[in-house]
């Protein structure tokens, strides 16, 4: 069984941090991702590295959260010994490949005539931790999310090298538990697109007839838009860990 998900044979790692903390852990890069998210919005030179900064932001986060997600399913896993240099390092490098990936699929969709879905394959990185447009979108995005885990799980094992085919295997041997788990994802993730679309109008309409301080509106929509993000990568995590994790238990058939 891969590193990630072995039994906890050894003794356990000290705890060196408040406990709820490690659940906020990735908000720091959630909202560097989201600044540059505004700024990739606004258009010009600077769009398209606001959109890479963003994607490896929301990398980073992923990182994080897997970590503390496979922590939580009873797995080892050393991504909180890599530094930041290695973080990053393996956090371009899938991008690369996902990049790559999105693309192609994009293209394919414009070659079938989808032209308006065909654009929103490119934010599959991006749904992972903000909401989706599309429906369909937010299953590609849980798609995303599953391929990128099984990346690092297996570069863990691969002293950091990052294999895009042999992540795509992994998926394909572990279709059944994995794909439960993407659907399983997609369908929450339609969930949260309504609950948190519900959410944004209300805090709209209280913008709207509230004497409160701008100052207050303004900290309202943040702790909005950062709780629905921090939400969305847990339950990314958990429920792909979990769909992972079941895979080795009862084997790899599809």
Known sequence: ????????????????????????????????????????????????????????????????????????AGGQTKLGELGFTEQFRM??????????????????LLAAGYVKLAPHMMDGIDGMAFDQWTDIGKFWSAAIAALILLIIVDAEQNDGQVSFLKAVGEFARRGLWIGAAVMVLGLV????????????????????????????????????????????????????TFGLKQSYIHGTST
């Open 91 to 108: 956090s371009r490098a899938v991008l690369g490949r996902i990049a790559l990936l999105m693309f192609a699929v994009s293209c394919a």
């Open 1 to 72: 069984m891969t590193i990630a998900l072995r039994k906890q044979l050894q003794r356990p790692l000290p705890q060196v941090s408040f406990g709820p903390f490690r659940f906020l852990e990735a908000l720091p890069w959630l909202v560097m991702a989201a600044a540059m998210r505004v700024i990739a919005f606004g258009g010009g030179a600077v769009a398209i590295p606001a959109i890479i900064v963003a994607s490896i932001a929301v990398l980073h986060a992923f990182l994080v959260v897997a970590q503390r997600s496979i922590e939580l």
């Open 189 to 240: 993730y339609l969930g949260l697109g309504l609950g948190q679309g519900w959410v944004r109008s209300a805090i709209w309409n209280f913008s709207q007839v509230s004497s409160s301080s701008q100052f207050i509106k303004n900290l309202i929509y943040f702790v909005f838009i950062f709780s629905f993000a921090m939400l969305r990568l847990w339950v990314t995590l958990l429920i792909l």
